[in-house]
């Protein structure tokens, strides 16, 4: 919430009045102006708020005609609030970078664990793309990536990691390496469905007219439960075994929807 404006000088202390409206106080935060609007944001993106706002879970029977109109993925519902009332409303995810975007009269699928928050101008439907959502129409929405974005026009292959969404192109197809088919490696996925974990094995590939959205890794953002107390001292209910946010961990047989499959978007 604080940046360095010179070198010794000691931190920026922001107020409402000094906070920037729908726009980023750095690389890291986003701040929501809020005047009687209403925002959708994911679950545990908002660090903190000035004013008078108020945060509705998807489904709560005053929020029926505005997720009737602008929220159709129920298999997200549970992941994400309405925040609506007066206010500025900061918003970050673990330190990676966060930027704004803008949609005019377009469509943008983006995997599901980076986006944020949008305006409720935008309908968000859920992709074809296992992992993906895609947004439509006209309005502001937020997301956060792994290193900075950067834009990209097809024909293209991708890593599947460093993709962070496409614009006003098609769907992307697989693409194997021959090697990669033919040789090992490829047996021992067919076989265990273990490998193909390079970018140089497997890609996505775009062909057509859009824009490709990249982050500048190929480390995808780790994966983290919403809505859920974190198991750690300090936080009522957490860091303790039984804990109302406690969750048992389930190994992973190989072949399963796992690390590797969400990778892939399968």
Sequence with gaps: MSTYA??????????PATLPADDNVNAYTFCVELKGSQWFLQKGKMIAYYGSIDFNGIGHGPLDRLVRTSFHSPLHASDWVVAEGSGKM???????????????????TIRSGNLL???PSLALKQSIV?????????????????????????????????LVGWADCPSPCHHYDHGYMTGV????????????A???????????AGTVLLQSTEQLMA??????????????????????????????????????????GL
């Design 130 to 162: 296992p992992g993906f959502l895609t947004l439509i129409g006209t309005g502001k929405f937020v997301a956060a990536s792994n290193g900075p974005v950067v834009f990209m026009e097809p024909p293209i292959r991708v890593d599947p990691q460093a």
């Design 185 to 196: 490696l490829g047996g021992l996925r067919a076989l265990t469905g273990i490998g193909g």
């Design 223 to 264: 994966e983290q439960a919403v809505g859920a107390l974190p198991q750690q001292a300090g936080v009522p209910g957490g860091g303790t075994s039984g804990g109302h946010g406690s969750q048992a961990g389930t190994p992973r047989l190989p072949g399963q929807l796992g690390d590797l499959q969400r990778r892939f």
């Design 117 to 119: 928050a949008f305006q």
């Design 90 to 108: 900061l918003l970050a995810d673990r330190a990676f970078d966060v930027n704004s975007f803008d949609l005019d009269d377009g469509n943008l």
């Design 198 to 208: 390079s970018g140089e094995e497997h890609q996505f590939e775009f062909a057509g």
């Design 6 to 15: 010179t070198p010794g000088a000691g931190p920026v202390v922001h107020d």
